[in-house]
């Protein structure tokens, strides 16, 4: 089944060394430093989303190498007039009381570029999606095969316990898109240089 969660970027700037050795595998001939932008995001996290939905630790490890390579678009319009950015290196990480899917991707610098790369050092364009696939959705509470028929309803809790929906087993990723509002909070572009 099709799933789109939303993240955000994270970092910015010049690619070092090891970074540009990572985008030239992506890339069809050698790129120079200055020739692109890299940025950091959170793609996806473990966390309950507006949807009432979150990844499992598993799924997103799952999904890491299978971000490698995939493009970045705007508003999920598969395209490639939309497409931006790609994702050179991903890995799971952990911090502020959750578990996380980050990303590193490129943009090449130019006149059909500039904008997106002043809008994502201005701030604006920072949150983000993920399209991805997984083989199911289980209910946090029970762990049967979420239908809705269960008799748990999504955003109560039992037992201390809140009801969502568990994404396992990702079988695939598609794409990450720049959104205006993402299902995940905490998802997208951040500040600084890490």
């Not at 364009?125 to 239908?147: H, I, L, N, P, Y």
């Amino acid at each position: 089944m099709k799933i789109q969660k939303q993240a955000s970027v994270l970092t910015a700037g010049t690619p070092d060394a090891e970074q540009l050795e990572k985008i030239n595998r992506q890339a069809k001939s050698p790129l120079k430093a200055e020739e692109v932008y890299v940025f950091s995001v959170r793609l996806c996290d473990d966390q309950p989303d507006r949807d009432h939905e979150r990844f499992s630790t598993e799924a997103l490890k799952a999904l890491a190498p299978m971000f490698v390579g995939k493009t970045g678009i705007v508003d999920h319009a598969w395209s490639s007039e939309k497409q931006v950015a790609r994702i050179f290196e991903a890995g799971v990480e952990y911090g502020d009381g959750c578990t996380f899917l980050k990303a590193w991707a490129y943009i090449l610098r130019g006149e059909k570029t500039q904008e997106i790369i002043r809008e994502i050092e201005a701030g604006i364009k920072k949150e983000v999606s993920v399209g991805c696939a997984v083989e199911r959705r289980v209910c946090s509470v029970c762990g049967q095969t979420w239908d809705g028929s269960c008799g748990h309803e999504l955003g109560k809790t039992y037992d201390g316990k809140l009801c969502c929906v568990e994404l396992e087993h990702a079988t695939d990723a598609y794409e990450f898109s720049f959104v205006a509002v993402p299902a995940q909070p905490e998802a997208g572009v951040g500040k600084g240089r890490g």
